[in-house]
């Protein structure tokens, strides 16, 4: 407590490292005090209680805010360092500057907060399951509205993640702008374009 003010502590959490199309996205969230039932990992819900919490959170916290890092900053920075950007943006841009920040992972971004890295943290502190569940909420939604823009690939069904279908659809159907080029399934398919 700072005096008889409540610390205002930050959780932050990105999604979609792995996947080979689509944007970084990190999400930040400052709870209230009460906080919402069910908070996890989100990887280890469902997606209708995903859905459900998403909702919740927004209502309950006193605030929250979603950063990013596009294709093009994943491809220059590369995936990591992306990700950094995306988690920074995200904290930068809450309404309320916290006066701590909690972050999922070991490493921390490279900003004027005082913050902690915990590894596991999305499963184990509730403002960093908060921030889990918000990023990938809004991912998820993105990659069926890039499914929308880019048939074929069965972007909302596995979110641009390497599946065995992603990777023939690739094969069949080409790279697209919203495919990550540095990354070695894409790469290799852009080198051998070049070779033809």
């Known amino acids: ?8 502590v930050a959780g932050c959490d990105e999604v979609g490292r792995g996947p080979l199309a689509g944007d970084v996205v990190a999400a930040a969230v400052i709870l209230g005090r009460e906080l919402p039932q069910g908070l996890n990992d ?25 950063g990013r890092a596009s294709v093009e900053e994943i491809d220059r920075l590369n995936i990591l360092n992306a990700s ?45 399951s908060a921030a889990s569940i918000i990023a990938k909420v809004t991912r998820d939604r993105e990659m069926k509205v890039l499914d929308e823009a880019y048939p074929g690939y069965g972007l909302a069904k596995h979110k641009g993640y390497p599946t065995v279908q992603h990777l023939e659809a690739l094969r069949h159907l ?8 540095s990354f070695a399934p894409v790469a290799r398919l852009l080198d051998r374009e070049d070779e033809v």
Do not use: Q, Y
């Open 1 to 8: 407590m700072i005096g008889s003010e409540p610390l205002m």
């Open 42 to 66: 989100s990887k280890k819900l469902t997606e209708r209680k995903r859905e459900a919490l998403f909702e919740t959170i927004k209502e309950t916290a006193v605030c929250w805010a979603v």
């Open 84 to 128: 950094l950007l995306a988690m920074k943006r995200a904290v930068e841009s809450l309404s309320v500057r916290p006066d701590h920040v909690l972050v999922d992972g070991n490493k921390l971004p490279t900003w004027s907060f005082t913050a902690e890295a915990i590894v596991g943290g999305d499963g184990s502190v509730p403002c960093i």
């Open 174 to 181: 080409g790279v697209t702008p919203m495919h990550r080029k």
